[in-house]
């Protein structure tokens, strides 16, 4: 009888837990975005990845009496060095300020069993948990390769307008694959490019993207940031053409989110 009700339990929770994940998806056009979806939280929609991760952090755990952030996310998974996660909340709160800290790596270094792996693997994990709710939903362009913001839609001579009207700036350009949607496929009229909630997901190449070498000696760079696809220079006839390029390296999958990099101080300097 008890199994029984804990089996209960179980599916019970996987019910609610499948209602939560389907309820915030959204579809719609930039126009729809900006009228439903912009004004309910206009902050939100204009984070960086380093804000995501810090509001993200936040939410997953507390301050201290000493001023310092206790993260539930490890509490669980890492215990004896605090002073490691601590310095590590410090880079993404100092990033999400908008310091250089942010233009730089973040290098976890330590011997085998430190943590390490296991701090990443539980950002990761906290990330895409984080993207389901609320106070961390996530819009992007539908069918971007790179997830990228919708706001970047909006025109540079549009921009100090945008932040007088909702009191936050738009940083970032267009990537060319949009850039050439917008001019092709809806002449230029970019009210409606459709635009769609987006979830984190490691495994579906989502905001969070894994790159580990085979080999350091034979490590390519266009396994991080793609080559010319060769099957498509003959369709549009320019090696140059956005859509003639295979948008399927590590970095395009980590936009708008995080890139972990394995072991990367062991290839070649040419690669680094």
């Not at 609610?16 to 900006?34: D, N, Y």
């Not at 601590?86 to 730089?104: I, L, N, Q, T």
Request: charged content about 25%; overall charge negative.
């Amino acid at each position: 009888m008890e199994h029984t009700q804990t089996h209960e339990a179980f599916r019970g929770q996987l019910r609610a837990f499948t209602q939560q994940h389907r309820a915030g998806h959204w579809r719609g056009s930039f126009a729809e975005f900006m009228e439903q979806v912009l004004p309910l939280a206009p902050v939100q929609m204009a984070r960086s990845s380093h804000q995501y991760i810090w509001d993200m952090l936040r939410w997953s755990g507390k301050q201290g009496d000493d001023g310092k952030l206790r993260c539930s996310l490890f509490a669980d998974e890492l215990f004896g060095i605090d002073d490691a996660l601590a310095r590590v909340a410090d880079y993404f709160k100092a990033a999400a300020a908008g310091s250089e800290v942010g233009r730089r790596l973040l290098l976890l270094l330590g011997p085998p069993s430190g943590g390490k792996s296991t701090l990443v693997i539980r950002l990761k994990r906290g990330l895409e948990e984080y993207s389901y709710t609320d106070v961390g939903a996530m819009y992007g362009i539908a069918g971007c390769p790179v997830h990228e913001s919708p706001l970047h839609l909006v025109p540079h001579t549009l921009r100090a307008g945008f932040r007088d009207s909702y009191g936050v700036d738009v940083v970032g350009e267009l990537c060319p694959y949009c850039r050439m949607r917008l001019e092709h496929e809806l002449g230029g009229d970019f009210l409606r490019m459709p635009v769609e909630r987006i979830f984190i997901s490691e495994a579906g190449r989502s905001a969070i993207g894994t790159y580990a070498p085979h080999d350091p000696n034979t490590a390519d760079v266009a396994d991080l940031v793609g080559s010319v696809d060769l099957s498509r220079v003959a369709e549009y006839g320019d090696e140059g053409d956005p859509r003639a390029w295979s948008w399927s390296g590590t970095v395009y999958a980590a936009s708008r989110g995080v890139l972990e990099m394995i072991e990367i101080l062991k290839v070649k300097r040419e690669f680094l």
